[in-house]
């Protein structure tokens, strides 16, 4: 039973993956771009998320689908000053939080949203000492945005709003390619 829900879930992600990018078949400004010449088939981004949770939580309904299509350079720009108004509505008492970043700083962060990698350094989401350095499969992503938001300047402040109570993966990871856990 657990094989075909496993399995159920595995197709449904993959589904929802390919799902993200779909092909348009007319570009409306060139008339010779079809299906038929593959080298002129456009694609149209559908969703976006660098960083779990974000535009779940700071984009506002009405905005998703201007968000996704959004190349982050212009995100920043575009998105701060709403995902500042949601932070602050999240948590009214927020000053800054374990990185030292007040709301706009912080919120300026957020909203491009793009998983920025260190090229000579950890590779971590955090780990007590580096910060958004990338992602491991193992770092508990929504943890950290929850200290993040809601831990204040010592990750201690609102501490029932801190986690989200979740564990270690149910399996361990494994160690070599394709270092997804194996299924039950």
Avoid: H, W
């Amino acid at each position: 039973m657990k094989s075909i829900f496993n399995k159920m879930l595995l197709a449904t992600v993959v589904s929802f993956s390919i799902m993200g990018i779909s092909s348009c078949e007319k570009d409306d400004d060139n008339d010779d771009t079809t299906t038929t010449n593959p080298t002129k088939i456009l694609f149209a981004q559908e969703d976006q998320m660098g960083r779990p949770a974000i535009n779940t939580v700071f984009v506002d309904a009405n905005q998703k689908d201007n968000f996704n299509v959004t190349i982050p350079s212009e995100q920043g720009a575009m998105f701060q000053s709403a995902f500042e108004a949601r932070l602050l509505a999240l948590n009214a008492g927020y000053t800054t939080n374990l990185l030292t970043l007040d709301a706009n700083t912080f919120t300026s962060v957020l909203a491009t949203d793009v998983l920025t990698v260190s090229l000579d350094g950890p590779t971590t989401f955090y780990d007590g000492t580096n910060v958004l350095t990338g992602r491991k499969l193992d770092d508990d992503v929504v943890d950290v945005e929850f200290i993040l938001v809601f831990g204040g300047p010592m990750a201690s402040d609102n501490p029932g709003l801190t986690s989200d109570n979740v564990g270690m993966n149910d399996k361990p990871f494994l160690s070599t390619f394709p270092y997804l856990a194996a299924p039950f």
